[in-house]
């Protein structure tokens, strides 16, 4: 490989300067800034990666090398540290490139079934066409009969309004507010502006809250696109954020297919 320059099965290839620019605006990041775990594994696996090592990463090479693990005792067979925090950092990347207000030249992402990094140029062609779809936001319904169950349910509405936003600037609308019966049988906007609706809900038993979203298609009523996100029991902002960055995540690869 050569000193400045890397490629990843991609017939262009990305200078090494240009990898740790996008290396260190990851770990700078809110998702990663105070996470020394996160951040001495993202560390590892990258440098692994540009140093061409790719037999040095295994599931027992991140126990030993990033967990410190002993050789005596440790087994991944019954120790799945490198297992579970493999997947916090997928989340964690997901989330980051997720947060960015415009689309990052270089993604760095880890498949699942794989410990190896993959660093690739975004393309852009599709871009401008996908922010002119309109987005129109509907309110999230809360399936609860709990007070904190309505209000994490509204401070999920306002996170993943502003998540989505910071992605598709203008191209996001609100549902209108209802004013009495009448506002329930108009019509939706018209005019070909909003392409899609995402709607929602929440649900809570004693073990976790099950948010539903799905994307309809406003000109044929079909839906084209929908996921269900399973967390523990937590009421608080930081768990409202992480969520609505989720969503946010999943549902920009749907829509801005070019940067996913």
């Known amino acids: 490989m050569n000193a400045t320059q890397f490629t990843d099965g991609d017939s262009s290839a990305i200078s090494i300067s240009d990898i740790r620019v996008a290396w260190e605006s990851i770990l700078k990041s809110p998702a990663f800034d105070k996470s020394p775990r996160m951040r001495r594994l993202l560390n590892f696996l990258l440098n692994k990666r540009v140093s061409g090592d790719v037999r040095g990463v295994s599931e027992y090479a991140i126990g030993m090398e990033v967990f410190d693990r002993k050789p005596e005792d440790y087994s991944t067979s019954e120790d799945p540290i490198a297992r579970v925090q493999m997947g ?3 989340g964690r990347l997901r989330a980051y490139y997720a947060s960015l207000a415009t689309p990052a030249d270089l993604e760095i992402s880890i498949p699942l079934g794989s410990y190896m990094p993959v660093i690739r140029r975004q393309g852009r062609t599709e871009v401008a066409a996908a922010y002119a779809n309109k987005l129109r936001v509907d309110d999230i319904k809360c ?3 709990c007070a904190d169950g309505v209000h994490f349910t509204q401070g999920l509405q306002e996170e993943l309004v502003h998540q989505l936003f910071r992605v598709l600037g203008a191209g996001v609308t609100l549902q209108a507010p209802s004013l009495g019966t009448a506002s329930l049988c108009a019509p939706p906007p018209t005019g070909g502006a909003i392409a899609h609706r995402l709607e929602g809900s929440v649900r809570i038993d004693e073990e976790r809250i099950r948010t539903s979203v799905r994307l309809v298609e406003v000109s044929k009523g079909h839906v084209a696109w929908s996921s ?13 954020e992480e969520l609505a960055l989720s969503i946010c995540s999943e549902l920009k690869r749907f829509l801005l297919p070019a940067i996913a």
Do not use: S
């Open 228 to 240: 269900q996100f399973d967390r523990n029991i937590f009421f608080a902002i930081a768990h409202q």
């Open 143 to 145: 399936i609860a009969q």
């Open 88 to 90: 916090r950092l997928r």
